[in-house]
């Protein structure tokens, strides 16, 4: 497994693949704000958003190739206020169903805690949908549930479910 951060022109290189993890994920239940079946003109749309956002500097992506496919991708969004400089979110943790359970999303967070660390950002922030298999990754990686917030997300059956946030602190402020 190879993991890398992507500067924007690289990353737009990989919009079909991108593409094709989003819709994997979003197809087979994952809760990252789509509803399935995800159509390719917005996944597309919402990768093209993300290859702009990658111009600024406070914002990350990371992919992991297995085999030279990709097989799954991590975000770290940096916080930007004066009071919060200290702060940034994990976003769109995917990894492909062709290859879950082999430690690939572990191994995506931990390398976005390093960018983290890296980049001086000592408290880290992230929701997942409550009950979601992605709950007892970040439990076993250290992560802290505060909370739910109920009926936050609509899933694929209409129904709204809660969603659970989660923080981790790092270096000093985590000692």
Do not use: C
């Given at each position: 497994?190879?993991?890398?951060?992507?500067?924007?022109?690289?990353?737009?290189?990989?919009?079909?693949?991108?593409?094709?993890?989003?819709?994997?994920?979003v197809d087979g239940g994952a809760?990252?704000?789509?509803?399935?079946?995800?159509?390719?003109?917005?996944?597309?749309?919402?990768?093209?958003?993300?290859?702009?956002?990658?111009?600024?500097?406070?914002?990350?992506?990371?992919?992991?190739?297995?085999?030279?496919?990709?097989?799954?991708?991590?975000?770290?969004?940096?916080?930007?206020?004066?009071?919060?400089?200290?702060?940034?979110?994990?976003?769109?943790?995917?990894?492909?169903?062709?290859?879950?359970?082999?430690?690939?999303?572990?191994?995506?967070m931990q390398a976005l805690e390093?960018?983290?660390?890296?980049?001086?950002?000592?408290?880290?922030?992230?929701?997942?949908?409550?009950?979601?298999?992605?709950?007892?990754?970040?439990?076993?990686?250290?992560?802290?549930?505060?909370?739910?917030?109920?009926?936050?997300?609509?899933?694929?059956?209409?129904?709204?479910?809660?969603?659970?946030?989660?923080?981790?602190?790092?270096?000093?402020?985590?000692?």
């Amino acid at each position: 497994m190879e993991i890398r951060f992507l500067e924007a022109t690289e990353a737009a290189s990989y919009l079909d693949d991108l593409v094709e993890l989003l819709r994997d994920s979003v197809d087979g239940g994952a809760s990252v704000g789509f509803l399935p079946p995800l159509d390719v003109a917005e996944a597309r749309a919402y990768w093209e958003g993300v290859v702009a956002e990658l111009a600024s500097p406070g914002h990350s992506l990371a992919l992991a190739w297995v085999d030279g496919r990709v097989a799954g991708t991590a975000q770290l969004v940096e916080a930007s206020k004066a009071n919060a400089r200290h702060r940034a979110e994990v976003s769109k943790v995917l990894v492909h169903s062709a290859f879950r359970r082999r430690g690939i999303g572990a191994a995506l967070m931990q390398a976005l805690e390093e960018r983290a660390r890296e980049r001086g950002r000592t408290t880290l922030v992230l929701d997942t949908l409550e009950g979601a298999p992605s709950e007892r990754l970040y439990q076993s990686l250290g992560w802290l549930r505060t909370g739910v917030i109920p009926q936050y997300a609509r899933v694929a059956d209409g129904t709204l479910q809660g969603t659970v946030v989660y923080y981790k602190l790092l270096g000093e402020a985590g000692r």
